[in-house]
């Protein structure tokens, strides 16, 4: 019995141990993605929404548009919901320096936290989320891979209580 509980606990600590992806890990690789130049003017976006089992629940295309002024990106994104919803989010994303970055929008709790470094840009936030009448706060473990000067990809993890219960998956094509 105690050879099984030290076993389980080693698969807990080793499943635990920190290997996550780090924005870091993508330090001078290319291309280098610049979001804020990547997210201005207008983008195109094609989603789906798949729940914790995989299966995809909704999917979505969406208009965005960005100004940079020089020192914060405002970002319109529209969705177009493959059910008839459609939602609107305006973000404020300020440039800190080189690889960091903070944003806000009106269904965000607090601020959000991005990281940039190669062509990886790592975006963590609390969403207020629209669940059968209410709002639920989801915390968001969003990435963007440029592939080239056009296109980007998109993964974004969605978790409650760290509990994964969503995943996003986008693509980006640059007008």
Known sequence: MKIIFALLVTIL?????????????????????????YLSGNVKAWGVL??????VTRQFS?????KWDGKKLILDEKFNWDDGEI??????????????YEGTAGDVVGIAKGYSYGPAFKFEYVLLVPVKGREMKITF???IFL??????????KMTK?????????VVFVKD
């Not at 592939?147 to 974004?156: D, T, Y």
């Open 87 to 100: 939602q609107d989010r305006q973000w404020q994303i300020k440039k800190i320096d080189d690889h960091n």
């Open 62 to 66: 969406a208009n965005l548009n960005g």
């Open 13 to 37: 600590l080793t499943g635990c141990s920190g290997n996550d992806m780090k924005p870091i890990d993508f330090k001078g690789k290319e291309p280098r993605l610049i979001i804020e130049e």
């Open 141 to 143: 473990d969003d990435w």
């Open 50 to 55: 798949q729940n914790r089992s995989g299966k």
């Open 147 to 156: 592939q080239n000067e056009k296109v980007a990809i998109n993964r974004a």
């Open 161 to 169: 209580f760290g509990i994964r219960v969503a995943d996003l998956t």
